[in-house]
């Protein structure tokens, strides 16, 4: 009798939810395609990258792994993900620095989720190391399938060179296609996404061809992801939010005393990074801004000079795209002196789709002493580009753009880096804009008013 009782009342309560979540993602689509309305779109390019992958992947075995993506996880540690369509596959990896001797061999964990009708595959996750720096190693998942290869980042040190390439924004269209390709050809250490990775938008299968195209470019280089408002899908009472994203692309957050996947740092060569997240909870209470101010008082500028923030909402934004969102305005007025007091040099956002870098400023002014502000959500998905920009322009605004393109930033000693902004609609990625910027810890006068 209990139990029927209690079928009886489930069965009542899922015919509530159900038409609630109806007109709910009703809601969410209808509010999607009315914030599209704002952009020029590109030409279409969503289907046919998707009917591509979904062809390969009738062709894949259930033990073959997929979506595969490395990323850093600690100091001398790499942690590999990759997922399979079989649950029985076990989270293995077998690795060495030589191909075809795969000596060593270190085990993870393995989660999936369902998500309304939709049921994943399993993912794995499984942390490598020690490793040695600077060093290609070569792997092999769950017992089955090919041989693959990464590259450990270089060592740690004040002076080391390192590479980063920087993207928000990607999704999954001939325009992402094309600028992952000039990503891989530009060459680089690690990657940095600023969130907004597959616009599945709640229909989960976006995920898995998201992940199969980033594979070939993610399974060989460490990137480095946050979140954006396109992570969050949440459905009251039904699903909870970054839910896929949570499960298919776990960083390193336990490693930097973080107790949430949204928000997280790490270190690697000279350089301290914050990856900050706009749509978990910021103010001076919460967690995420208790844990960033431990976060930087642990920082040596000594051994990493340089610390970059990264997060998805811009603070400072010239576009009409995206003006006076609380993800913004909100936390910027919650946590830009916190990050001015600590110097931080660079904060780069996603969101906006298009490209603008900032010359330093605080609380919107010039500030010699400030933060350079770089947008960077350009990737190539599939609302396109904001293309209205509000005039006059600000004075803190010094180059703005729309155009679909990537960044690179060239970290060459303690005191000096190169940046560099390419676009992505021409053969071949051309430079469009470019500038040297001085470390703040290398400034006696901001070092002075640092915390």
């Not at 942690?79 to 690795?95: L, N, R």
């Not at 090919?146 to 080391?160: I, L, M």
């Not at 009251?236 to 939010?241: A, T, Y």
Request: hydrophobic fraction near 40%; aromatic fraction near 12%.
């Amino acid at each position: 009798m209990h139990s029927q009782r209690s079928r009886t009342m489930a069965g009542s309560m899922m015919a509530i939810l159900i038409p609630i979540y109806l007109v709910f993602y009703g809601t969410v689509i209808a509010g999607i395609n009315a914030c599209d309305s704002i952009y020029v779109r590109p030409p279409a390019g969503l289907s046919s990258i998707r009917n591509q992958i979904l062809a390969a992947n009738l062709k894949k075995s259930a033990t073959e792994p997929g979506q595969m993506h490395v990323s850093l996880a600690g100091p001398e540690y790499m942690k590999v993900s990759w997922m399979t369509a079989d649950k029985s596959v076990p989270a293995i990896v077998e690795y060495g620095t030589q191909s075809g001797n795969l000596l060593q061999k270190a085990t993870g964990v393995s989660k999936s989720y369902t998500f309304l009708t939709y049921q994943s595959g399993q993912m794995h996750h499984v942390k490598l190391g020690p490793l040695l720096d600077s060093t290609t190693y070569f792997y092999r998942c769950g017992g089955f399938g090919p041989e693959y290869n990464f590259t450990t980042p270089p060592p740690s040190g004040p002076s080391v060179p390192i590479k980063f390439a920087v993207v928000g924004d990607l999704g999954q269209t001939d325009w992402t296609a094309s600028t992952l390709q000039h990503v891989a050809a530009q060459g680089y250490d690690v990657l940095l996404f600023a969130g907004d990775l597959s616009y599945a938008d709640y229909i989960q299968p976006r995920w898995d061809t998201f992940g199969q195209m980033m594979s070939p470019y993610a399974n060989y280089k460490p990137w480095m992801v946050t979140h954006g408002n396109h992570e969050e899908e949440q459905i009251p009472l039904l699903v909870k939010s970054f839910l896929a994203f949570n499960t298919r692309w776990e960083m390193p957050y336990n490693e930097s005393g973080s107790n949430s996947n949204l928000y997280y740092s790490f270190e690697v060569a000279g350089v301290h990074v914050l990856m900050l997240g706009s749509y978990a909870e910021f103010d001076s209470s919460s967690a995420q801004y208790k844990w960033l101010q431990a976060d930087l008082a642990k920082v040596d500028r000594t051994k990493t000079p340089w610390l970059i923030a990264m997060l998805h909402a811009p603070w400072y934004n010239s576009n009409t795209a995206h003006q006076g969102e609380t993800e913004s305005t909100d936390m910027m007025a919650a946590m830009e002196t916190l990050l001015y007091q600590h110097n931080v040099d660079i904060l780069f956002a996603g969101h906006v789709h298009a490209y603008e870098r900032n010359l330093r400023v605080y609380k919107n002014q010039l500030n010699d002493c400030g933060i350079v502000h770089i947008t960077i959500g350009d990737g190539g998905n599939r609302e396109g580009l904001a293309t209205n920009w509000k005039n006059p322009q600000p004075t803190w605004s010094v180059k703005r753009e729309s155009s679909f393109g990537f960044g690179r930033f060239n970290v060459v000693n303690a005191t000096h880096a190169l940046w560099s902004w390419h676009r992505n609609q021409d053969v071949d990625a051309v430079m469009a804009d470019e500038v040297w910027l001085t470390n703040l810890a290398a400034i006696p006068q901001c070092t002075n008013k640092a915390v």
